[in-house]
């Protein structure tokens, strides 16, 4: 009887110190790091838990969700970049320099999204970058990168430091669906020649040649005071010169398109190769912090190269979260557009989140592309007159 009433008291107290408790104290709040405020409200939350996925409304939500719910651990290993993050900072702040110019009195009734990426047909002119380890947001892992990808007929690249293999990716695709693969270049050739050729037999169109961390990863050191160590031996040839470049075309019959090309004339030079296609990138400012963002090096390729965007496609990457971004860089010549951290962390819901992302950007797309006035995406490509990026170019070559 005693132990009863001693046990309805504690009961008794633990609910009138909950009601004490303020409001805040059980809420979820989260360090938006800079992002922009569309209102999402994260109150409701509970920490470490899932979010509802209906509560995902563009693509910057998914992040914060992944860091709701990923570890300080994995969630800085996504999200972080090299050193002081300058790059990486102004990926994500390049885009608050450019005015879009919309135009009216225009038939934009019938819009068209759909695009060529090496001749090979795709619903939308963006596309999953390849991004390392997508397992530890979701047990699928690149499987449901894949699955959504195919699912909307855009282009997914899985990366070679994936969880799952390069032939369960494969095999999880679509019937009809076209997948390219990442690759890196190994200081071991006989793991490089390997891997290619495995690409080739899974029946991967195209590989991405990630260029632009020979010998080393890049210092990101978010990840580093997480893993309580600096990143471990990259094993990338370090000694990958112009001759080893020009020599890897040699390896394999599919088409190889160099990842990470941050420079005017490493673009020339890939063309000068007879490479068919260039990946701008630098890497989500995971490599060399202080480098130019994608929009950047783009203006700096038209002005000393413009021959680069009438003989090779190009496609771009880096901080880009919302059609108006994919938008300003298919203005100023890429072809498609890659997103590298957007669709990992949608996958912590699976293949419904990366559904849902790839959806609403779609959707965003469709929007701005009709509120510019224009219906055919082809026709934003390489067409300068539907942006403005005079205040970059100011900043970046000077005042001539
Ligand atoms: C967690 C993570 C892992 C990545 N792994 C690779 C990789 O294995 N190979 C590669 O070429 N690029 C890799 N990247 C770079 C992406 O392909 C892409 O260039 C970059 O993330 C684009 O910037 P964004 O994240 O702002 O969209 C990785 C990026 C992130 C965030």
């Known amino acids: 009887m005693c132990l009863r009433v001693h046990k309805l008291i504690v009961l008794w107290l633990g609910f009138v110190l909950l009601t004490l408790v303020p409001r805040s104290c059980l809420s979820v709040e989260i360090d938006r790091e800079g992002l922009p405020d569309t209102g999402l409200n994260t109150t409701d939350w509970e920490t470490g838990a899932l979010p509802p996925l209906d509560d995902m409304w563009e693509l910057n939500d998914f992040q914060i969700a992944a860091k709701n719910v990923l570890g300080a651990r994995w969630y800085a290993s996504y999200r972080t970049a090299a050193l002081d993050q300058v790059t990486y900072e102004a990926n994500m702040n390049i885009w608050k320099k450019i005015r879009l110019n919309g135009y009216t009195f225009r038939d934009v009734s019938d819009v068209n999204l759909n695009t060529t990426i090496l001749g090979y047909n795709f619903t939308v002119p963006f596309f999953i970058a390849p991004a390392a380890y997508a397992g530890h947001t979701n047990a699928s892992a690149e499987l ?191 072809k498609a557009v890659g997103l590298g951290r957007s669709p990992i962390f949608a996958n912590i819901y699976g293949e419904d989140g990366v559904d849902r992302m790839l959806t609403l950007l779609q959707a965003e797309l469709q929007t701005s592309l009709q509120l510019m006035g224009e219906a055919d995406i082809q026709n934003v490509v390489g067409n300068t007159t539907y942006i403005n990026t005079k205040q970059v170019e100011v900043e970046y070559f000077g005042i001539s």
């Open 144 to 334: 449901s990168l894949a699955r959504a990808a195919g699912k909307m007929g855009a282009l997914y690249a899985p990366s070679i430091e994936s969880t799952k293999t390069i032939e369960e990716i494969a095999d999880v695709g679509f019937a009809n669906q076209t997948m390219f693969h990442q690759e890196y270049v190994w200081s071991n050739r006989t793991l490089l020649i390997d891997d290619l050729s495995r690409i080739e037999a899974a029946g991967y169109k195209a590989i991405f040649l990630t260029v632009d961390n020979t010998g080393v990863n890049g210092i990101r050191v978010q990840a580093m005071r997480q893993t309580g160590e600096l990143d471990s031996d990259s094993g990338h040839s370090a000694s990958f010169t112009l001759d080893a470049l020009a020599e890897i075309q040699n390896l394999t019959t599919l088409p190889i398109v160099p990842k990470g090309i941050k420079t005017a004339a490493d673009a020339k030079t890939c063309l000068d190769l007879g490479f068919p296609a260039i990946y701008v990138s630098n890497h989500g400012g995971r490599v060399l912090d202080g480098v130019p963002t994608a929009v950047e090096i783009l203006l700096d390729i038209r002005k000393q190269y413009p021959e680069v965007f009438e003989q090779m496609e190009v496609y771009a990457d880096g901080g880009v979260r919302s059609a108006n971004h994919i938008i300003t860089l298919l203005a100023l010549g890429a």
